[in-house]
Structures are given as C-alpha cells and as structure tokens.
C-alpha cells in the first residue's frame, strides 16, 4: 500500500510503499509515551526501506532511546527515531535488525489507513494508571510485545499486501 506521511508543520513530507500498513498494535512503553506524546497511539506500521522518499530531511531528528533497566546499567538502543526538529512530530523507527523495513508512525500518515479487525494493546506493563486501556470484544491484552510478527499478524488477518 503506498503511503504518504508528514510532519505537522510541513517541512518534513516522505512517501513509502508499506506490507503492513493496517495500525492494529498500540504501544503502551514509556519510549512511545514520552516521545510521541500518547497514552497508547503511537502505532508502527511495516514498509520497505528501499522506497522511502523524504523531502526536507535536513529537519530530521534523530533518537536512539535510552534503555534504563532496575540493576543494570542504562543502554542506548540501537533502534533510530526519527522527527521533526522544527515541530516534534514523530515520524518513523528504523532498527539495523531489520535493516529492509522501516516503521512509520501511524500518526503521521496521511493517507487513510485501514481500520484494524482486532487491536492488540501491547507493553501494557509500562502504562501509568491513568490510561484507560480499551477493553472488551476486539482487544487483545500484552503485558509485553505479541509473539507475532508485524507481517505474521497481517498474513493471519489475510492483510498483507507485498507486491
Ligand atoms: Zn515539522
Ligand atoms: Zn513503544
């Protein structure tokens, strides 16, 4: 599915052709919530790298999240964020595991994106209590991140659109 993202002032714009483009799986980390401002919405989706066009790249940002785990010493996680630096919005992770794909913000889309079938809440063990985590018929509960791939999901759900 191509799609067609941007930031909210207009400097950054990027095109991306994406397999897994259905948002179904809300992060709940404290990185998400921190960074992209969301008590649950910072959703990534699955793209190829290799067809990612951004205009107006000298406004991007970079961010390797620190990872602060009790009795270990803080780390840098090797996944890149990337924003706007002139208006904050967060646009995409990249993570050299997986150098192929790249994980744009379901956020900063702004082509209509299906709506998902089943939501899986994830990461809930790092949700403050003040967020009202949807529950019920079509919610799936993670204390952590879901087994499944981002393309397993898609597969199983019959979504996935690689050419
Ligand atoms: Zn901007
Ligand atoms: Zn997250």
């Avoid at 008590?39 to 790298?49: M, Q």
């Avoid at 003040?130 to 999901?153: F, I, M, N, Y």
Wanted: hydrophobic residues 35%.
């Amino acid at each position: 599915m191509h799609l067609e993202g941007s930031c909210h002032c207009g400097a950054v714009r990027f095109t991306v052709e994406a397999m897994s483009p259905v948002p179904f799986m809300h992060c709940h980390c404290s990185v998400c919530r921190k960074t992209a401002g969301s008590g649950g919405y910072a959703i990534n989706l699955g793209a190829d790298a290799a067809t990612l066009k951004i205009r107006g790249k000298r406004h991007l940002g970079r961010y390797h999240a620190l990872i602060r785990e009790a009795g270990k010493r803080a780390r840098r996680s090797v996944a890149e964020r990337r924003f706007c630096m002139r208006c904050g919005s967060p646009l995409w992770l990249r993570d050299p595991r997986w150098p192929e794909l790249v994980h744009p913000h379901a956020s900063a889309i702004d082509t209509p994106l299906p709506k998902p079938p089943e939501v899986v809440e994830a990461a809930l063990d790092f949700a403050p209590d003040w967020v009202d985590v949807p529950k019920g018929r079509g919610h799936v509960h993670c204390a952590t991140w879901p087994a499944e791939s981002l393309e397993q999901w898609h597969k199983r759900h019959r979504l996935w659109s690689a050419a």
